[in-house]
């Protein structure tokens, strides 16, 4: 094969992917359930920014910020599943350079994206609950906006020398990544030189963004906490807390499938590498396709659009 375009120095022009290395009959059986959440997260999310579209009611910043989570859950589920389902349905494991990086890139930067966006709708709520009365004069269509664009440019920023660094690795040994999707250091580990600022980098980045929002949130739902316990009305306790429910399961799905993700790549010796194949697979699937239920169901401004919505169909 021809030499790739780009700066890495390689005797061929794509990657392989190999999913589930030592059990690779489970592709068959996972198709029909990867499937049917993919086809569900596509669905709901769709549905979820149609009816925010449509409904003038849901014209406000919270929902704007749904709507970002939703776009942001779109574009990660398409970036990962249909290649993967390609693989399981028609055994196609070849992917390109170009393709293979970009992958990578958009992984890395949505990912962030979501966290910081959990963050930002923190604060929503924060400001929503503890400064009602200042909430409509600080929660503007203006601040979503710039939140939006800090969202995108942070993360896009951090994660490009990501992209760079592997971009720049010289790959002269072989081209098989042992993964169902091109990871940095899935792929890093093909190169044939020294990765250890790639690794260095990727982990004090990651944990500096993701760990920075996780701060913050936790703070956010602190201050959340002290000033409805404050609050001395009956009933008005869980009318407060009732209106973050969503945006917490949310934050726990999200958190709860990284973090079993990175305790699965740590104790890597410990566990078959196909369950952390799995998992980073899942964690592509399983947020996108329950975010917008839980949303769709607890809130009763969204519910009410949806049936709106299909009153018109």
Known sequence: MASPSNGSTASFSEFLLICFPNYQSWQHWLSLPLSLLFLLAMGANTTLLITIWLEASLHEPMYYLLSLLSLLD????????????????????SISFSACFLQMFIMN???????????????????????????????????????????????????????????????CAENIIKNCICTN????????DD??????YQFVAGWTLLGSDLILIVLSYSFILKAVLRIKAEGATAKALSTCGSHFILILF????????????????RIPPDVPILLNI?????????????YGVRT??????????????
């Open 185 to 192: 250091l899935s792929v890093s580990k093909l190169s044939c």
């Open 195 to 200: 990765i250890t600022f790639n690794w260095l």
């Open 109 to 171: 930067s949505f990912l962030a994206m979501e966290s910081c966006t959990f963050m930002v709708m923190a604060y929503d709520r924060y400001v929503a609950i503890c400064h009602p009365l200042r909430y409509p004069a600080i929660i503007t269509d203006q601040f979503v906006g710039r939140a939006t664009m800090f969202i995108v440019a942070r993360n896009a920023l951090f994660s490009l020398p990501v992209l760079i660094l592997s971009f720049q690795l010289r790959y």
């Open 282 to 294: 899942l964690h592509h699937l399983i947020p996108p396709a329950l975010n917008p239920i839980v």
């Open 254 to 269: 999200f958190s709860t499938v990284l973090l079993v993700l990175v305790i699965t790549n740590l104790a890597r010796k």
């Open 74 to 93: 779109m574009v990660l589920c398409l970036t990962v599943i249909p290649k993967v389902l390609v693989i399981f349905w028609f055994d196609l494991r």
């Open 300 to 313: 009763k401004e969204i519910k009410q659009g949806i049936l709106n919505l299909l009153r018109r169909l």
